[in-house]
């Protein structure tokens, strides 16, 4: 059983199915424009993303929505 302290890393391809996505180019230009940070393992050459911070992408969504006025019946 994983320690909670524990970070979880998915790969691109998990992390753009995620958001919603089908290609990992979105991961790509995230990554390469600071939203996301890319880590590299030992023990292969794949790399990977961590899985909070990819959630914490689509968190913020959710606020802005709650925020909006709804129209008027």
Do not use: C, W
Request: no cysteine; hydrophobic share 35%; aromatic share 6%.
């Amino acid at each position: 059983m994983k320690n909670n302290s524990e970070k979880a890393y998915i790969n691109f391809t998990q992390a753009a199915d995620l958001l919603g996505y089908k290609s990992t180019v979105v991961i790509r230009k995230l990554i390469n424009e600071d939203h996301l940070k890319v880590y590299s393992f030992p023990d292969t050459n794949k790399r990977m993303v961590e899985k909070n911070e990819v959630l914490a992408l689509i968190q913020p969504n959710a606020t802005e929505n709650e925020d909006t006025p709804s129209s008027e019946i």
